[in-house]
């Protein structure tokens, strides 16, 4: 494990916690520091804090996430920012959870356990099939997602909260079990992740977010049947802008023709 935390007391608070349940670690100070023993010891996990001296924690998560060497270790943000904004911040750098100091050590250990739990899944669920519904398609192989013809790019907890709600179509799913099957954690942690997931899922997903639906004070549940009007919108739309192009193009081409001859 790599931790990385300017604040020594909370470093040396994770990093007993974490040892105690005998996972080795590293402490680095600062964020240049923090990125460069990432790159050399391709640690099983990052504690990542927000608020350094040097970087912004979301700096070093976006630099973490585009770097061929770290970009698939999972990252877990410790911070005081705690607004909704902040969370979804976090994800969208690709982040796979994230913690609100002040927090305790058993919340702090279940979160790592959870994470360090969905990588030896992983390569289960690739071997799941590609499925299709409505616009909507899902391919674990190849970790691709597309909207009718469009690619939308999902970080890992994403993909598994579609795959999941996508194997239960019709059936509601509670905020604990998903957190027990998607995250992992115990169903007694109190946690918001669920609900900003599904906000920010649903934004990336455009049209086919309409597909989950929220089951007020209980869950969410993904639709049994798609709504055959989406699809044909969707594919109503692609022609629409294919035949705009075509008309451009011919446009363009006529109007030269009109200034070569003049």
């Not at 630099?63 to 902040?86: F, Q």
């Not at 030896?120 to 590609?130: L, T, Y």
């Not at 993909?159 to 998607?182: C, E, I, P, S």
């Not at 993904?222 to 739309?237: A, G, H, S």
Request: proline share 3%.
């Amino acid at each position: 494990m790599l931790i990385i935390e300017d604040d020594r007391d909370i470093a040396e608070l994770v990093e007993y916690n974490l040892k105690q349940e005998k996972y080795s670690c590293e402490v680095s100070r600062n964020g240049a520091d923090g990125l460069n023993r990432a790159r050399k010891s391709s640690p099983d996990l990052i504690l990542l804090d927000l608020m350094l001296p040097d970087m912004g924690g979301l700096e070093i998560c976006r630099a973490l996430k585009s770097d061929d060497r770290t970009k698939n270790i999972p990252v877990l943000i410790m911070t005081a920012k705690g607004e909704e904004i902040d969370r979804v911040l976090g994800f969208e750098m690709g982040a796979d959870d994230y913690i609100t100091k002040p927090f305790s050590p058993r919340e702090l250990v279940l979160r790592v356990k959870a994470i360090l739990r969905r990588l030896k899944e992983k390569e289960w669920d690739k071997n799941a099939e590609a499925v299709t519904f409505g616009i909507l398609y899902v391919d674990p192989s190849r970790f691709l997602v597309k909207v009718g013809q469009e690619e939308i790019r999902l970080t890992a907890i994403e993909f598994k909260l579609v795959q999941f709600l996508m194997a239960n179509k019709g059936r509601v799913a509670t905020r604990d079990m998903l957190l027990d099957r998607v995250w992992g954690y115990d169903a007694a942690l109190t946690t918001r992740t669920v609900d900003t997931h599904i906000k920010r899922l649903r934004e990336k997903m455009g049209k086919a977010g309409d597909y989950i639906e929220t089951i007020r004070g209980i869950g969410y549940r993904f639709k049994e049947k798609p709504n055959p009007c989406l699809f044909l919108t969707v594919i109503i739309r692609k022609s629409l802008k294919r035949l705009k192009k075509i008309f451009s193009k011919k446009s363009q081409s006529s109007l030269k023709k009109k200034i070569s001859f003049n």
